[in-house]
């Protein structure tokens, strides 16, 4: 990265000039904005549009309302929104299949409330099933009125443990939207790391569909010619609210995602997050600007995601591994990458967790990739991992000292390491 890369991408809803206009609820608009947006889905010309000083009080509201309409549309949220037919909810059965492989339960079922089951509405239900695991189901959907673990979990907002079932609720503050149900006969225990990612999806999943609910409604409003103030206000108040929960939803998902790889990959603490709070504190000695230092962070969390998707057992075995079981591991970085690429608030990572196993000389992999032709984040990444590896307890050996670990560190420095990086952690940890 090239030293006059280091300063840009510095969030420009902090300059409110753009921004705000003689009304002071402007003001209050503009501050909150930049909380609430995603620094990569804003550029400088899109800053001053918000901000144009129109007369019209009303056109300026509309002015702002599409441009946030504009960068939180489908594509920039889930990819499980706005469904019109049963084959648009593939989808949520390739979640439910997904779970499944992550916790290893039977079976798992994805119900939505009727309102949001859009070409999937059934009469006979208020809770209707939306996606599953298995095939061929005794019932489709559930009643509010019954007394089922599934009905209750969703009008209480509680996570629900019975008969080897438990029902997940997915809300957000404003409304219920169904629920995820986990089951399986053979345990009714799932790791606490596990539940909470689960957790964590269902706020997510509920607080998109809610969003992409009141986008629907504010592109009505912004159509409409006879829209009043307020209603307009009201409208930007509501998606500004939701966008900020959206923002503080995805983040919880990613610490969640961490500490569920670190549980399946048998990791004593949390080496995901102390790798990520390492590869922040090495950012900030290089003086990388808020944006680039995030998505890095993001990254090293996530650098070992494909674990997720592996079987329990191969972290458990205290013989050697079988060459079937060898095979799978050495594919969790690809299967890692694939889940990034399809949780698209998360592309953007996607270049650091693919080269940081690269070396500093060329011959590492996946590309064998060399020098400054490595990502930047992703050689951050791999001297944060590594030194994160060398001061932990591992099965075959203790910690090492901090002075050991950087002894190493930089007695590779060129060939492993970038030299760069490994001089800017050794400042960080004796400063």
Not at 48 to 61: A, H, M, Q, T
Not at 187 to 212: D, G, N, P, R, W
């Amino acid at each position: 990265m090239e030293n006059k890369d280091l300063n840009s991408g510095v969030s420009l809803f902090s300059q409110s000039e753009y921004l705000v206009g003689s009304d002071p609820i402007e003001e209050i608009f503009a501050l909150n904005l930049g909380d609430f947006i995603s620094e990569h889905l804003i550029s400088e010309d899109l800053a001053k549009k918000i901000g144009s000083n129109v007369k019209d009080k009303k056109e300026r509201l509309k002015n702002q309302l599409k441009e946030l309409v504009s960068i939180y549309s489908l594509k920039n949220t889930l990819c499980v929104l706005n469904f019109e037919s049963k084959e648009d909810y593939a989808i949520y059965t390739a979640i439910a299949h997904s779970i499944v492989q992550m916790l290893e339960v039977e079976k798992c079922n994805i119900y939505l409330a009727k309102d949001f089951a859009r070409g999937m509405s059934n009469p006979d239900f208020d809770l209707v099933l939306v996606g599953t695991s298995v095939e061929n189901l005794y019932r489709d959907g559930f009643k509010y009125s019954e007394k089922s673990i599934i009905s209750v979990a969703f009008a209480e907002r509680e996570t629900l443990n019975a008969d080897g079932v438990v029902a997940i609720p997915m809300y957000c503050n404003s409304k219920n939207v169904g629920v995820i149900a986990l089951e399986d006969k053979k345990s009714t225990i799932i790791a606490k790391e596990y539940l909470a990612l689960v957790e964590s999806m269902a706020k997510l999943f509920a607080t998109s569909m809610t969003l992409q609910g009141e986008i629907d409604t504010t592109n009505a409003l912004i159509e409409n010619e006879d829209s009043h103030v307020g209603d307009l206000q009201h409208s930007r108040a509501e998606l500004t609210a939701l966008i900020g929960d959206l923002c503080d939803y995805q983040q919880s998902f990613v610490e969640h995602l961490a500490r569920a790889v670190d549980a399946k990959g048998r990791y004593n603490g949390s080496h995901s997050k102390n790798t990520a709070d390492v590869a922040r504190k090495i950012c900030k000695q290089l003086g990388l600007n808020e944006k680039t230092t995030d998505l890095i962070y993001y990254a090293a969390l996530l650098q070992n995601i494909g674990k997720i998707m592996l079987p329990e057992k191969i972290f458990t075995t205290n013989g050697k591994l079988t060459p079937e079981d060898l095979q799978i591991m050495q594919t969790h970085s690809n299967i890692g990458v694939n889940l990034l690429m399809n949780i698209n608030f998360l592309s953007e990572v996607v270049p650091y967790v693919t080269y940081q196993k690269e070396r500093y000389d060329g011959s590492g992999s996946p590309e064998g990739l060399k020098g400054m032709s490595i990502p930047f984040g992703s050689r951050i990444i791999a001297v944060a991992d590594a030194y994160c590896a060398m001061i932990s307890d591992r099965p075959y050996r203790k910690a090492m000292t901090v002075v050991k670990a950087l002894n190493i560190l930089k007695e590779e420095s060129g060939s492993k390491w970038d030299p760069i990086v490994v001089d800017a952690l050794e400042t960080c940890v004796n400063s």
